[in-house]
């Protein structure tokens, strides 16, 4: 099994790096990943970095995927999160809707079993991967941002057994990974989920002629269609528009089709709240919902498969 260490992380995917390690369509591979802070924060006393915000959210990459050409999809497969050290979670003032945060904090979590206890409470243990891109055509994606291809996306559904499906805009994909967390909620209200290093363990293969208007992501008996913005209202917009496109490319459906069936039977999702640094959101749509349409193009087929 190829194993891609830690060791050179990335604050940002683009174009111009070179891959650190190429591999096989299909063919399992592990990847570290280090905690928001690349491991710098050990301790309370180390609050004092909590205020510097320019080297945040490392991310391991680019990874090519051979075969992956632009205008396809990348199928990428999380098998297994694994743990590695110890977690921490933070806050810095500015960046929440919560109006006490006047100062920098530090927390701790302990990991008791399948439990993680914050602030003496225990919380279950939900490993998820925050950052998950392939690397735009043009420009730079910042290792806390979002755009079409992925990023800082900050999915709790971004799982063990969940497949991602993400927008391949060149030749290899360019794949990053990053910013694992052992839990989180809807929304990560206060900055951060409960953060780690990770070794992670995925399968990606490209799918051909397949095209998407931004990131998918796949569970047992949901389909999910994301979309960040600066504001709620302009990541719940994107989304919203996002999985319009999404029926009508993929299913016999028109513009007013799609609308009234979300209207009726999707949930939106708050992903990531955080009004001064960004928000995403999910449109979820039933699996069950999805395989009474009639596919009208390849994604159609595959999202029904």
Do not use: K
């Amino acid at each position: 099994m190829t194993v891609l260490p830690a060791s050179h992380p990335r604050w940002s995917a683009s174009a111009a790096d070179s891959a650190i390690a190429s591999v096989e369509s299909g063919r399992e591979f592990e990847i570290s990943t280090l905690d928001c802070r690349a491991e710098t924060i050990r301790g309370h006393d180390d609050l004092h970095r909590v205020a510097d915000a320019s080297h945040i959210n490392p991310i391991t990459g680019p990874i090519e995927i051979r075969g992956a050409q632009p205008g396809s999809a990348l199928s990428i497969t999380i098998s297994t999160i694994a743990r590695r050290g110890n977690p921490l979670m933070l806050v810095r003032p500015g960046v929440t809707t919560f109006e006490f945060s006047e100062h920098p904090a530090l927390e701790f979590p302990q990991v008791l079993g399948d439990s993680v206890e914050v602030c003496g409470i225990r919380i279950p243990m939900e490993p998820m991967i925050g950052f998950i891109a392939t690397t735009p055509q043009t420009g730079e994606l910042p290792s806390s941002g979002c755009g079409v291809t992925g990023g800082n996306l900050d999915a709790r559904i971004l799982t063990t057994g969940a497949e991602v499906l993400l927008p391949v805009e060149i030749a290899g994909a360019g794949l990053f990974v990053g910013d694992v967390h052992l839990a989180q909620g809807d929304g990560e209200l206060f900055l951060t989920g409960v953060e780690c290093s990770a070794s992670v363990r995925l399968t990606a293969h490209p799918v051909p002629d397949v095209q998407i208007p931004g990131p998918v992501i796949i569970s047992d008996d949901v389909i999910s269609i994301l979309g960040d913005g600066e504001s709620l209202d302009e990541a719940a917009s994107v989304a919203s528009n996002r999985a319009v496109a999404l029926l009508t490319s993929g299913f016999e459906l028109s513009n007013y089709d799609a609308g009234f069936v979300l209207s009726a039977c999707a949930h939106l999702r708050v992903c990531r709240f955080l009004p001064n640094y960004g928000s995403v959101c999910r449109i979820e749509i039933r699996r069950d919902i999805l395989n009474q349409m009639s596919p009208r193009t390849r994604i159609g087929s595959w999202l029904t498969r």
